[in-house]
């Protein structure tokens, strides 16, 4: 039993127990339990079926801490955790396990989106200045020819002094991308249906159509949400509206691309592509997106990994503060905005 003057709020973690190892250090479980009653090293993977410790700790907890891995959070989870007022999700979209039940009962959640947001962007930025300078193109050759070359008459017309880069979605990642691209000589186009004209000025960005987009832009990196309305976005004809040459980059959902209509412009080498997603998210082994010399795949490393999961703690735990102090979350996750959100 806790002690009567104790008003720390109960906490529970709720994720991936190999995911809590890889996110939580020493100094993160020594915050936790500085601002809430909680086992720092009791990680709850089932809540549907708990085990006793978990399911005394769940009809304590007020506080969900959730992250990758987390189980879906439904009536009858909620049902079993009578307290529960929030859910601090230390990673990107909590559509995978806040439900509708959540909503219905008023409890208040936050994400880590913005903290996230951050590498996918870095790693984008990358993307567009490499693709620019044609570095993967002439890494390829170079490594093949192993011999003297005229690099600069291959490479003429390349380099990244006024290109047009078009961003597909002023999501939190392409607002950030837009940010990083500013220091550089480039212009930016963007498409996104819920940004007006005054919005795109305040951007300093030029808003156009999505084929005007792709028409128009050396690079068209895509930043938009999984929802249904985004499915194949960038089809058939779009991929044909882009001029030769032209890279795209897809850091968001392998689905957001049409990729039986990409492959095509990518096996012939008129478009070149850095894909960190796909669809499906792993490519069948005989696959021609592992070879094709214009083609960048990795492994959907973009986001967080490695040390970049201490900065969604970090995150995670000012919120679970703000929770403590009995102040609001600094940013809360609306349920109006799931619905063209990631």
């Known amino acids: 039993m806790h002690h009567a003057t104790d008003n720390r709020p109960a906490l529970l973690l709720a994720m991936s127990p190999r995911v809590a190892g890889q996110l ?13 009653r909680t086992d720092p090293h009791l990680v709850a993977h089932d809540l549907a079926s708990p085990s006793p410790r978990v399911a005394a700790a769940l009809a304590e907890a007020e506080v969900l801490l959730t992250c990758w ?6 009536a009858e989870v909620l ?6 007022r929030a859910v601090v999700h230390a990673a990107g979209s909590v559509k995978h396990h806040v439900t509708q039940a959540c909503w219905d009962r008023g409890i208040a959640v936050t994400s880590a989106a913005a903290a996230n947001a951050l590498p996918v962007a870095e790693f984008t930025l990358a993307a567009v200045l490499f693709a620019g300078k044609r570095v993967l193109r002439s890494a390829h050759r170079y490594a093949r020819l192993r011999a003297q070359h005229d690099w600069r008459a291959e490479l003429d017309g390349a380099g990244n002094y006024r290109r047009t880069v078009g961003v597909v979605g002023a999501s939190r990642i392409g607002r950030r991308v837009i940010e990083l691209l500013r220091p550089f000589d480039l ?6 249906p ?4 005054a919005g795109a000025a305040e951007l300093g960005v030029e808003r156009t159509g999505l084929d005007e987009l792709c028409a128009r832009a050396d690079i068209v990196t ?4 999984q929802v249904p309305a985004t499915r194949h976005m960038i089809g058939a004809p779009q991929l044909a509206l882009m001029r030769d040459g032209t890279t795209l980059i897809n850091t968001s959902r392998g689905s957001l691309v049409d990729e039986e209509a990409l492959l095509p412009e990518l096996v012939s080498g008129r478009l070149d592509a850095v894909l960190d997603v796909t669809e499906p998210e792993l490519p069948s082994a005989d696959s ?19 040390v970049e999961l201490y900065r969604m703690a970090d995150q995670a735990l000012d919120e679970v503060e703000r929770f403590a102090r009995g102040l609001p979350f600094a940013d809360p996750v609306l349920p109006g905005t799931l619905g063209h959100s990631a």
């Open 24 to 36: 939580l250090l020493d100094r993160h479980r020594e915050r936790l339990t500085a601002l809430t």
């Open 69 to 74: 891995g987390a189980p879906p959070l439904t």
């Open 79 to 84: 049902a079993a955790a009578p307290r529960l």
């Open 187 to 192: 212009r930016v186009l963007l498409y996104d």
């Open 194 to 197: 819920y940004v007006d004209d």
């Open 222 to 225: 895509v930043h938009a949400p």
């Open 288 to 306: 021609p997106l592992y070879d094709l010399p214009n083609v960048l795949l990795t492994p959907h490393i973009a986001g967080s990994l490695g």
